[in-house]
């Protein structure tokens, strides 16, 4: 009987996430009337046959794949599994001839190059032909694999590069409290560093450093208040999680370990071996739903009570909602209530999303249509964005399209706040007409608040009495806006749809700028 896994999260990657340069996405194409995501998910559900096996699950060899090659007969296999995708071909976002490209192979490493995070398991379950009778691929033996070490070897060589520098923990005890503290052996950036979740008695803790992950996972050895706190003090690199105590006692143990307990591991490992469940989700209640205009609303989600997170700025996290049986993931950079600097709260207890409402959108159309009170799962930050570049740079352009503008709302709150040494922040907005700006009053006060920070917006479809500048992004406007005086040290970082970002790219690098000099958010 074929071992068929199931549904598991996708691995991390996001159409918001820092890309090198020159990485392009996939750029959608216009699909026939009728050919929705959600007209596939009723399609896939209307009992059809779609693998053209009658219900049979089969072994497939690698002659067999490769015969089923063509538009009208095509497999393709991703993690070990064969699908026949050309039910599929004319509903596929990125078009036939994209789809082609995975016709009859093992399109495991294409598919993760071009969009990792979508959730294929669940869009093509009934289009499953079977397992590979060949050697599964390496995530699919991760996927296999029963049982996984709970603590990563003492002689462990540390990816840093320094002797003896794996994070290690310590607990203690009063009659009503525990205490665990973490040594990162490394002095911790700042309290979004630490993610804590403490729910029916388990509890998780990660410690962001890097590209680093360390875990914590136990089953408490008894019952514990659902409130947590958290103590960071940056300069020694250590962090105290403080847990309260049902009842007075003294605990002969903390509890039993769980899967990756007192590991330190790559951020990229964890998610593709955490026991095939991919990101560790909590379930996040919407508290308000606030009109930014006609189709963008601020949605502000509050983390369950046993969660300490925040997402570093320039991260991004994933939403999760099962909409129709079918699970729909998307990623979302979090925003603050506001644009107004002032002092950052160090801890919270709410998450705050732009987001825009498409028509044909089903995780937006699903979040726009919830009641309060209602439910979204949340994931753990994800990305490599670094502020390190900034520091020591004396500017900073911003080149945002629509709700790219997302990623760039935290970052300038911090750099007016933080980083010194930045004297100028110039964003260059481009939308389609002044109805899409988002914020417009927020960032006309900024600008009149501080004299660091300037920005001039760029409209494709403008009214008559629109009096700024017209167009989309060309040589001529980034050349008229990107300069590097001598003796500066700028930093460019962009974000928009998939063809924006790439166009603008190869506009930047046309003006001299380096791949240290720039970061593109994929949107």
């Known amino acids: 009987m074929l071992n068929i896994p199931t549904q598991s999260f996708p691995l991390p990657s996001s159409q918001q996430r820092v890309a090198k340069l020159g990485h392009s996405g996939r750029a959608k194409v216009s699909l026939k009337p009728g050919h929705s995501i959600m007209d596939w998910i009723r399609f896939s559900k209307s009992a059809k046959d779609l693998t053209g096996l009658r219900g049979r699950l089969i072994e497939v060899t690698q002659e067999e794949l490769q015969k089923h090659n063509t538009r009208n007969d095509c497999w393709t296999c991703i993690r070990g599994m064969v699908y026949n995708v050309t039910p599929y071909m004319d509903y596929h976002p990125g078009g036939e001839d994209e789809l082609m490209k995975a016709a009859g192979i093992d399109a495991t490493d294409l598919f993760d190059q071009v969009h990792r995070w979508v959730n294929y398991e669940s869009m093509l379950k009934e289009c499953l032909v079977g397992r590979m009778a060949t050697k599964p691929t390496q995530p699919m033996k991760a996927i296999n694999t029963p049982t996984l070490p709970v603590f990563t070897p003492s002689n462990q060589v540390s990816p840093l590069g320094i002797k003896d ?94 899967d990756f307990h007192d590991t330190f591991l790559s951020k990229k490992d964890r998610v593709k071996t955490s026991s095939g469940e991919g990101l560790f989700f909590r379930d996040c209640e919407l508290v308000s739903k606030t009109e930014v205009n006609h189709n963008t609303y601020v949605f502000q989600l509050q983390l369950p009570r046993g969660t300490i997170m925040d997402v570093p700025v320039g991260r991004h996290v994933y939403l999760k909602s099962i909409i129709q049986d079918l699970e729909v993931v998307r990623p979302y950079t979090p925003i603050d209530q506001s644009l107004s600097v002032g002092p950052n709260p160090q801890e919270k207890t709410n998450l705050y999303f732009m987001i825009k409402v498409y028509s044909d959108g089903v995780l937006t159309q699903h979040l726009n249509s919830l009641y309060i009170g209602g439910h979204v799962s949340v994931s753990g930050p994800e990305g490599t964005f670094s502020l390190c570049p900034l520091h020591g740079t004396t500017g900073l352009y911003l080149l945002a399209a629509g709700t790219g503008f997302t990623p760039m709302c935290r970052l300038i709150k911090l750099v007016l706040r933080e980083i010194t040494s930045i004297r100028k922040i110039q964003l260059l907005f481009f939308n389609r007409c002044e109805h899409d700006i988002v914020w417009r009053k927020e960032l006309e006060e900024l600008t009149a608040n501080d004299e660091r920070f300037q920005v001039e917006h760029i409209l494709s479809e403008p009214s008559e009495n629109w009096t700024g500048r017209k167009g989309h992004v060309d040589d001529a406007i980034i050349k008229d806006f990107l300069s590097k005086p001598e003796g500066s040290k700028f930093y460019v970082c962009v974000c928009g749809p998939t063809l924006f970002t790439e166009q603008t790219i190869r506009l930047v690098k046309q003006q001299g700028f380096s791949e240290e000099e720039f970061h593109a958010f994929q949107g």
Do not use: C
Not at 195 to 204: M, N, Q, T
Not at 210 to 239: E, Q
């Open 165 to 258: 520098s794996r994070p290690r923990f310590h607990w203690f005890q009063t009659a009503k409290t525990l205490h665990l503290v973490i040594d990162a052996q490394r002095m911790v950036p700042n309290m979004e560093s630490t993610i804590v979740d403490l729910e029916a008695g388990i509890l998780r803790v990660e410690v962001l450093l890097g590209k680093m992950s360390y875990m914590l996972h136990l089953r408490l050895l008894d019952n514990v208040d659902g409130d947590i706190a958290v103590h960071t003090p940056f300069a020694v690199g250590k962090m105290q999680v403080t847990i309260h105590k049902q009842a007075e006692g003294k605990w002969s143990s903390l509890g039993q370990p769980l």
